[in-house]
């Protein structure tokens, strides 16, 4: 039903940066909450950063300051740049989202997640 395709991700160097993108499509009626995820080489999938609807977005502690997270809504596409990457950010990065659907006179919302994209930086 719907799409999430990431792009973006690869090698850098510590202290340089990375733009991740993520655009959903398919059948969507409106988008909430989008985000993004790292599940980091043995450790379980956390949250990085995530906007709602309105623009109003939160961090994990370790990327504030260096992170921004953005949307932009005619698109149905989230990014996020990275700058003044460090050794930990490395890791597998997956956007998700919020999806709402409208179908047979009711509203419904459903997550769905990306493939995936890699970031590894070097030291």
């Known amino acids: 039903q719907v799409q999430l395709v990431e792009s973006g991700g690869g090698l850098v160097q510590a202290g340089g940066s990375l733009r991740l993108s993520c655009a959903a499509s398919g059948s969507i009626f409106s988008i909430n909450n989008m985000g993004w995820h790292r599940r980091a080489p043995g450790n379980q999938r956390d949250l990085v950063a995530a906007?709602?609807?309105?623009?109003?977005?939160k961090y994990a502690d370790s990327v504030k300051g260096r992170f921004t997270i953005s949307r932009d809504n005619a698109k149905n596409t989230v990014y996020l740049q990275m700058n003044n990457l460090k050794p930990e950010d490395t890791g597998v990065y997956f956007c998700n989202a919020d999806v709402g659907h409208y179908s047979g006179g009711y509203y419904y919302s459903k997550p769905y997640w990306g493939q995936g994209t890699q970031v590894t930086v070097s030291s």
């Open positions: 906007v709602n609807s309105d623009g109003n977005t």
